[in-house]
């Protein structure tokens, strides 16, 4: 389920959007983004298939955890056919915006693999 919304308790400030569960709260004035809302949905998809490892996981403040799920969001995110965001600005979103300890050419060269992955049909 996403709901839009103009409460920035539920969006944080640096952020467009929010999942928390099988939730995603995605701002107003993003409504038209297809590409955020596709980035959202999978983190619901994710969590909706492995519920308990995503909770524990987020629980524990796991960053490999984060890190893979925010590529395979972003990876998703890029490859929108309406409203993609670039390689370049997604790899910086999560070097910059997570507390991942990445550096943009690596998240990068993962974002790279992940869409790979998904053009090939194996992800």
């Given at each position: 389920m996403i709901i839009y919304t103009n409460s920035r308790r539920l969006v944080p400030e640096q952020f467009a959007g929010r999942a928390i569960?099988?939730?995603?709260?995605?701002?107003?004035?993003?409504r038209d983004?297809?590409?955020?809302?596709?980035?959202?949905?999978?983190?619901?998809?994710?969590f909706k298939a492995a519920p308990w490892k995503t909770f524990w996981s987020w629980l524990r403040g796991d960053k490999k955890w984060k890190l893979r799920s925010e590529v395979r969001a972003f990876a998703v995110q890029c490859l929108d056919e309406s409203k993609p965001i670039s390689v370049y600005k997604a790899a910086a979103f999560i070097a910059t915006r997570y507390g991942l300890d990445?550096?943009?050419?690596?998240?990068?060269?993962?974002l790279?693999?992940?869409i790979g992955k998904i053009e090939r049909g194996l992800a």
């Open positions: 569960g099988p939730v995603a709260f995605i701002l107003k004035k993003y983004d297809t590409g955020l809302r596709a980035h959202e949905q999978k983190h619901i998809d994710d990445i550096f943009e050419q690596d998240a990068y060269l993962l790279a693999q992940q």
